[in-house]
Structure formats: C-alpha cells, structure tokens
C-alpha cells in the first residue's frame, strides 16, 4: 500500500491553523482581530503597481532566464550600493520565488542528505520544516535572553563539538523574537563559520524595519555567506513570491542549474513589479510608521495588561510575549483568547518546540485601529481568562 512518504511528516505551520480557525468564525459573523500571520495590511508601493500595470499592457508575461531579469538584479545591485555601500557583482545575484524558494534552493545546492544545520530556538517553523523536507538536519539551539535571543559563536561551536555543522542559519530582525544580533555580533558569527567552515546563511527578509538597533548585510563581512532577502515584508509584497539571493561564487551555478529544474524562473510580472520598489522609499517609510505607532502602543499597554516578559521589540512587525503570568500552556490560551476574545495570535509552539508554550507571538503589521482594539479586548478579556 502507498503511503505519504516519511520525510512529509513536518509540524503544521500553526499560525496558518489559527487563521484557518479565524476564517471559519469570520463566515459565522464574528468580527475576529488578527494579529496571527506576518504580512504588512498595505498593498503593494505604488510605483509596483504602475510596473505592474504597464508590464500586463506589453501583454506578454513568459518565462525569464532562471537568475531573473537583469533589470531586477540590476536594481538588487543598486539596493546594496545605495543601502550599504557595496558593489555586488550582478553574477552574485538571483532572483527567487520568495524567500521560501530561497531557502529551497540554498539548502539543496550548499548540502547533502544527512547534513546538520544549525537554526535558532525559538525561530521562523519553515527553517526546521524544509530542511526535514530535504533530508537535512535541523539543529536547533536555544537561545535566550543571556544572549539577548541571538546565536553565539560559544553556542555555535558548542553544536558543533556535540557533531559537525555544515550549516547555520539566522534571521535578524528575527521572527518570532523581533530581536536583532548587533553587527558585531553577526560579524563574530560569520568569523566563526569560516573558521569552522560552516556555510552561513543570513536571512535579511524584515531588513528595513528596525526600530531599535543597527541593521548590516552579512556582505559586509564575507563573500562567502548565502544571503535571502525579499520582496514581502518591507516592501508589502508578500502575494507577489518574490525575492532574491546573494551567493558566494561558487554557488551560483548549482543555485541556477536546480532554479531551472524547480521553477523554471520566478513570476516575470513580479519581477517586473519588484524592479519598481527600491523607489517607493518615501511610501514604505509611511508604512513603517504606522507599525512604530503600533509597536509604541502595544509596548505601553501590554506592560499594564499584566504581560511582564516582552522580548525587545528591535524590528520586524512582531511582539513575543510570555505568557506565564495568565497561562501555562500558549496552544490552549491562544485558542481561548481566539473563541471567547475574538483576538488570533501565534502560539509559541510555531516557533520553539521546547519553550514555545509559554509565549505568544502578536503580529502587529495590521492597521492601528485592529491594533488598539485588540489591546481593549485584552483588557477587557483577561481579568476573565484566568
Ligand atoms: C524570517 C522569515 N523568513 C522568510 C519568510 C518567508 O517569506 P517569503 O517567502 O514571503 O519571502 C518569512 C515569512 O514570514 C519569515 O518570517
């Protein structure tokens, strides 16, 4: 008899479970508040629209060469010029369908079945889920706040003592955490990852929204690491699936030749699009104020809420809150918090299979007033939830 096979068996992404649930109460009339998926409320800058707009007129959407068009990659180019003062040769860069086949393609052209990767815990679910996926290893490392919730090379070497890595990968911002690893940091990280020929895999994705802290591309330090960025989060572009990679010279080619076979190429007219949106700086920025705003209110409010553990909000568009003080199991309370509350959030679980329970994660990408009626309803509802 046939059976699903073994390496499919991955942890459901519980925030999409838990929007499912809100869906599902929405179509019985509830009027649910979501603060459960990371994607920003606005559209897409207007500058990508009117690309949009005009590469549909031209009336041929087709297949591109597997990197992306050079127009894309040439604007990439700029990014990292105008951002941080580097010359990244065009040859660097790829273009991918989101982050996510980013992942994809780096994971299958830097490792073999069998191959351990360090990740951090807690950290973004689809790292663990498509390296199982892949016949990989993920490796995970608890981080905490001794470390202010970033990797250290103590702990990486540690992981590594215990059986060797080929790989590491982090985010910063970080999701779920928001925190950021300091530039110094992450140049300490990479140092180590050379030293101990690790390949370093830096996730850039909430790059342009940090709040508190100081944002640096691992390119600054290396040519060697593997950097994933995208369109979705910064430039609120998440339905589009596109994003890109910066490899180091001798991945380009495996990168290219798997693109091929995997997807042929990314969209061409988000490609197209995505060209159009290092301009719409001035429009993004607006953007981001509204999720400062956001994170002022959720920073002083929850505080009076009761919630006394709040991890440092450095970036990206998400609050990890313990939530010890009203529950000791996050999977029954954001279920609860969800039917009685009408409030959906992330259960820690997602995150970090070992401490997760004790968290949740709030999303506050959404419109103020979502936000700040969510933080009444908590008021409202919590002296009650206990
Ligand atoms: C840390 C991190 N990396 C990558 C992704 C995937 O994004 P995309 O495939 O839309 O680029 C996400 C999405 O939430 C994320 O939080």
């Known amino acids: ?35 459960e998926v990371g994607q920003p ?17 031209g009336g041929r959407i087709g297949y591109t060469e597997a990197r992306g068009l050079a127009g894309l990659r040439q604007a ?22 989101g982050s996510s086949a980013g ?12 191959d351990r990767v360090a990740i951090t815990a807690p950290g973004y679910p689809a790292y663990r889920n498509i390296l199982k ?54 140049k300490a990280l990479s140092d180590a990852c050379e030293a101990l020929d690790i390949r370093f895999i830096s996730d850039e994705i909430y790059h342009g929204l940090v709040f508190d802290g100081e944002q640096e591309t691992a390119l600054s ?41 995997l997807y ?9 699009a995505a060209a159009a949106a290092f301009g719409a700086r001035d ?37 990890y809150a313990g939530i010890r003080p009203f529950a000791n199991d996050s999977l029954a309370f954001a279920s609860r918090m969800l039917e009685e509350a009408g409030i959906a959030a992330t259960p820690g679980p997602d995150f970090d299979p070992v401490n997760g329970r004790s968290y949740m994660r709030f999303s506050f990408a959404g419109d103020h007033a979502v936000i700040a009626e969510a933080v009444d309803r908590l008021a409202d509802w919590l002296p009650r939830a206990g």
């Open 103 to 114: 992942f994809n393609l780096a994971f299958l052209a830097a490792f073999d079945v069998g």
């Open 76 to 97: 990439i180019a700029g990014y990292y010029r105008d951002t941080h003062g580097l010359d990244v040769p065009l040859s660097r860069i790829v273009a991918t369908t």
């Open 1 to 35: 008899m046939p059976h699903p096979s073994r390496r499919s068996d991955v942890e459901p992404f519980l925030a999409m479970d838990v929007l499912s649930r809100a869906n599902a109460l929405e179509a019985e009339g509830a009027r649910i508040l979501h603060m």
């Open 221 to 261: 330090f290396t040519n060697k690491a593997i950097v994933i960025n995208s369109f979705s989060k910064y430039y609120c572009m998440t339905g589009w699936r596109i994003g890109w990679m910066v490899l180091p010279e001798d991945l380009v080619r495996p990168v290219e030749r798997i693109a091929q076979s």
């Open 264 to 272: 042929i190429s990314p969209p061409e007219l988000s490609q197209r």
């Open 41 to 57: 409320g606005a559209p897409a800058p207007t500058p990508v629209l009117a690309a949009a707009r005009a590469a549909l007129e």
């Open 283 to 319: 429009e993004l920025e607006a953007v981001k104020a509204g999720y400062a705003r956001n994170r002022a209110l959720l920073l002083e409010r929850m505080p009076t809420l009761g919630f006394t553990e709040l991890l440092p909000v450095d970036g990206a568009f998400y609050l």
């Open 133 to 186: 996926a892949l016949g990989l290893v993920p490796v995970e490392i608890e981080v905490g706040a001794d470390t202010r919730w970033a990797l250290t090379p103590e702990l990486l070497e540690a992981a590594h003592r215990e059986g060797p890595l080929k790989g590491v990968l982090v985010a910063s911002p970080a999701n779920p955490t928001g925190t950021m690893t300091t530039p110094q940091a992450l």
